[in-house]
């Protein structure tokens, strides 16, 4: 089983920075895609920005640029996935979730091929 914990979020003003971490640990296979992915009410959860273990990233057009993903590969039974938001605009608010699933590549990121979630932390950006 592989659970996945986020932390930071929080309120900033735009053109404002902020980091969100997310602690996976349990059984993680050698290869494998985990990345981060927002929802705002009403709306359909969307990809963020993913990164494969071969440290290939895919991120969505709206980031390109702003956002960073990096992971911290301690050990195969524990990764620290960090995602620096930077440049934020309103539009950027949403619940953030990080997901992991296994497998060589991050082709074909769309969140329902994701077994693994977090529970999701809050980013509202004010303008």
């Known amino acids: 089983q592989v659970q996945l914990v986020e932390s930071g979020g929080g309120s900033v003003q735009a053109g404002g920075s902020l980091r969100l971490q997310c602690t996976v640990s349990g059984v993680i296979y050698a290869t494998y895609c985990v990345g981060w992915f927002r929802q705002t009410l009403g709306k359909v959860r969307e990809k963020v920005i993913v990164?494969?273990?071969?440290?290939?990233?895919?991120?969505?057009d709206s980031v390109t640029g702003r956002f960073d993903i990096a992971i911290d590969n301690a050990n195969n039974a524990q990764k620290t996935l960090s995602l620096h938001l930077n440049d934020l605009k309103p539009e950027d608010t949403a619940m953030y979730y990080c997901?992991?699933?296994?497998?060589?590549?991050?082709?074909?990121?769309?969140?329902?091929?994701?077994?693994?979630w977090g529970q999701g932390t809050q980013v509202t950006v004010v303008s």
């Open positions: 997901a992991a699933r296994t497998g060589i590549t991050c082709f074909r990121a769309d969140p329902v091929s994701f077994p693994y």
């Open positions: 990164i494969d273990s071969n440290g290939s990233t895919s991120s969505a």
